[in-house]
């Protein structure tokens, strides 16, 4: 299993950014795929998951009406849309996805919103 995000930056506050996450080595179109993210000295926060078809998606309250998570199940790929960012939401976001009880993790890729 392999997860590559990409897509991080430097943005003001109020900007957008969108995150990229390439999935292989799975049969992705199987998984529910997740974003987390990780601010600095804090733990690591579920902020959205979507299903392995697509379709209902659920968000952390902190980001809901603001990201929104979709996938291309024919590129392998899973997307996490940031709009309206907040300095808060400053972190290091990660893709994840689960199978057998094991948790695979990409490297992460930083977001840093300024003010």
């Known amino acids: 299993v392999q997860l590559v995000e990409s897509g991080g930056g430097l943005v003001h506050a109020g900007g957008s950014l969108r995150l990229t996450c390439a999935a292989s080595?799975?049969?992705?179109?199987?998984?529910?795929m997740k974003w987390y993210r990780q601010a600095p000295g804090k733990e690591r926060e579920l902020v959205a998951i979507?299903?392995?078809?697509?379709?209902?998606?659920n968000y952390a309250d902190s980001v809901k009406g603001r990201f929104t998570i979709s996938r291309d199940n024919a590129k392998n790929t899973v997307y996490l849309q940031l709009n309206s960012l907040k300095p808060e939401d400053t972190a290091v976001y990660y893709c994840n996805t689960r199978d057998w009880g094991v948790d695979y993790w990409g490297k992460g890729t930083l977001v840093t919103v300024s003010s």
């Open positions: 979507i299903p392995s078809a697509g379709g209902s998606t």
């Open positions: 080595g799975f049969t992705f179109s199987s998984y529910a």
